[in-house]
């Protein structure tokens, strides 16, 4: 297998037309001009992230597996630095996403303690 290339964001910015589209996910490149007539989601949401790092719009709408695969299909490379926007526009949403789990537990341990209390 070939090396990927990697690509700036500068030159990734550049694909940001609806026949030359590219996308950054995840710190890897992806060429998604042809997929954008067969995204379920439509073709305007992908190409509102044109040229962009849409590790964020990607993620927040919870894609499936499946999703995942045909994004491995669209490959072109990876991005020059790895992923120094996916920290930025992820964080958020990662806490977003951990914060119910603590909330989750505590409120098992408090409805076990209380069940517990009134058992004995
Ligand atoms: C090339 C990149 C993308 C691929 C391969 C892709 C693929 C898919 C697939 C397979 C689905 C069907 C549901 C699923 O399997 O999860 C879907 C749904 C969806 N996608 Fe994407 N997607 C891409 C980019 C985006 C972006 C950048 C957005 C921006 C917000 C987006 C928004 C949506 C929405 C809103 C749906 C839900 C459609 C519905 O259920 O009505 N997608 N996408």
């Not at 297998?1 to 950054?24: C, G, P």
């Not at 991005?79 to 909330?103: F, R």
């Amino acid at each position: 297998m070939s090396e990927l290339k990697s690509y700036t964001f500068e030159e990734v910015a550049q694909h940001n037309t609806r026949d030359d589209l590219w996308i950054i996910y995840e710190g890897k490149v992806y060429d998604a001009s042809g997929y954008l007539d067969e995204h379920p989601g439509g073709e305007e949401v992908i190409i509102d992230c044109a040229g962009t790092d849409a590790t964020g719009p990607f993620d927040d709408i919870g894609h499936s597996e499946d999703a995942r695969e045909v994004l491995d299909g669209l490959l072109v490379g990876n991005l020059e630095g790895g992923a120094p926007v996916k920290q930025a526009s992820t964080s958020s949403q990662i806490s977003g996403e951990q914060s119910p789990l603590p909330m989750i537990i505590a409120g098992l341990v408090v409805i076990g303690a209380i069940t517990y209390y009134y058992a004995i």
